[in-house]
């Protein structure tokens, strides 16, 4: 087995279902994130670790197995609004040796008062895709991409729910598109006092992903954020395009 294969998720061994999502170019940039961060992530040391809207449970698996060896002892939990997504990740779990707390719920509605500033790594790849809104929260495997106006419906109402369960040392993963605007995602947590990044960028021949990071920085707390605002989406958007110069070299 490569060191690559070794260190995160088997895909062959990922559980499916017709009405789980796969894995598929966004997982692997989300993973592929998790990966180029891995040494400060152990660093870190994190002692609990969460993702929302964990599906095949491909993700939090790799996150797992990316730590473990070095952080043996790190609480892992997972939330999906779908049942069957709960129970595969499960088994993708299963499969691996490995395990997390899996939670059945919307976002993470039944843990917010349990785990209030106390997850250390949070990663979402969360419905991001534009389509009207009604499609949003559909039973099955439509909850899993469709984003409502702009692909921020369930963005917007995830964003809120981190800045309570991260602690003050938390670092939050993000998966975005082009199309949800993703410096304007920034500066809505910027005005909460978090800084961020760009850790991958990604172009398919469908879509644009963006995987952010974020943490929170006093510094952002006390910057003139109303006045700053329009420098602030230029200066994203220069990040953005020095970043995908560098891939394209």
């Given amino acids: 087995m490569s060191e ?33 961060d891995q040494t400060n992530l152990i660093n870190h040391d994190p002692k609990v670790c969460m993702e929302i809207g964990c599906g095949s449970g491909y993700v939090i698996t790799s996150l797992i197995l990316l730590l473990k060896e070095k952080l043996p002892n790190v609480h892992y939990l997972a939330t999906d609004t779908n049942q069957i997504a709960a129970r595969v990740t499960n088994e993708t779990l299963q499969a691996h040796g490995v395990s997390a707390e899996v939670v059945c719920t919307d976002i993470a509605s039944c843990l917010e008062e349990r785990l209030a500033g106390l997850v250390d790594v949070m990663v979402v790849n969360p419905p991001y895709v534009p389509t009207p809104e009604y499609e949003v929260g559909m039973e099955g495997i439509a909850s899993a991409w469709a984003g409502g106006e702009n692909g921020r419906s369930v963005i917007d109402r995830v964003l809120p729910v981190v800045d309570r369960l991260l602690s003050e040392k938390g670092w939050f993963y993000l998966v975005t598109l082009t199309s949800n605007y993703p410096s304007e995602i920034c500066l809505g947590m910027r005005k909460r006092g978090y800084a961020s990044r760009i ?20 510094d952002e707390e006390s910057v003139d954020k109303e006045t700053s605002s329009e420098s602030f989406v230029k200066q994203f958007s220069r990040s953005l395009s020095s970043f995908m110069e560098k891939q394209w070299r």
């Avoid at 995160?8 to 796969?22: C, F, G, L, N, Q």
């Fill in 4 to 36: 690559m294969t070794s260190r995160t998720a088997d895909i062959m061994r990922v559980s499916s279902h017709r009405e789980v999502y796969e894995p598929c170019d966004d997982s692997f940039a989300l993973v592929d994130a998790l990966l180029a």
């Fill in 199 to 218: 850790v991958v960028q990604r172009s398919t021949e469908e879509e644009n992903l963006i995987i952010l990071k974020f943490w929170r920085d006093k």
